[in-house]
């Protein structure tokens, strides 16, 4: 009888976690930000990237699982929520595919290029700056965001107070990333420390290791609003980091209709209000930058 119970008990909690994980709702409570509804029969002609998706019947999307009110991944859920899988979500749904024909797989910055190039991932929405540099290995739809560069402190630091304070101290940033190679190029310490993920990098900070992490100001408010009695973010942002959707380099057709889903989200008001239900919850105004079509 005991075991009965339990048996019933561990199916009903089953079943709850497959509803959680399917429901594709924001911020792990609560209703969709946008309808994820899937588009009918659409085409992208001449997208070898379309043509795997529709021969597989799921698209897979390179995504980030561990920044908050970007891309994050609720620990007891399992549920993705952020901007940047609401802007993933909205273009899938715009593809033909609902939430629950998506598989996101996990790419740190370090490995994006190398996993794009090599169809690892349909398309890639995680932090992720346009730069000429990537553009020779991949593509870009957007941008859909802009970001800067900035700094995450610990609450009662005082003398980081902005970039040209950063000479002899412990900086912390992620491998591969823009900002890493900003504090390299403009010299700003020769104590850099470096990871996979931000994560390792605010942990570091937590536990004093090191003085400063580095990257995009989005990234780092995220931080700072799970633990504000810990963290600051402080100074002013001294970088232009313009978030694009990585796909397959030669795939013009994907990066066209791509560019064509966040141009009328943009007009329709649906950027805004994914905007407004995530990143822009902090209190920030936003509005969505102008595309730059290649
Ligand atoms: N946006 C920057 C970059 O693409 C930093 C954030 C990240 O590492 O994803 O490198």
Redesign the pocket.
Known sequence: MKLRALVVGLAAAALTLTACGQSGSPGGAGEPVVSSAPEANVQVAGSTTFQNISQRGRVIIGV?DDQPGLGFKDATTNQFSGFDIEIARLVAAKLGYGPDKIDYKVVP?AAREDTISRGEVDYYV????INDNRKQRVSFAGPYFV?GQGLLVAKNNTDITGKDKLTGKKVCS?TG???IQRVRDQKLTDQIVEFQTYTQCVDQLISGQVDAVT??DA?LKGYASQQPDKLKVVGDTFST?P?GIGMNKDDSALRGKVNDILQAAYTDGTWQKIYDNTLGKSGAAGSPPPLQRY
């Open positions: 980030k910055s995680g932090t992720y700056t970001a992620v990333s823009t900002p990257t995009d990234i980091e978030y």
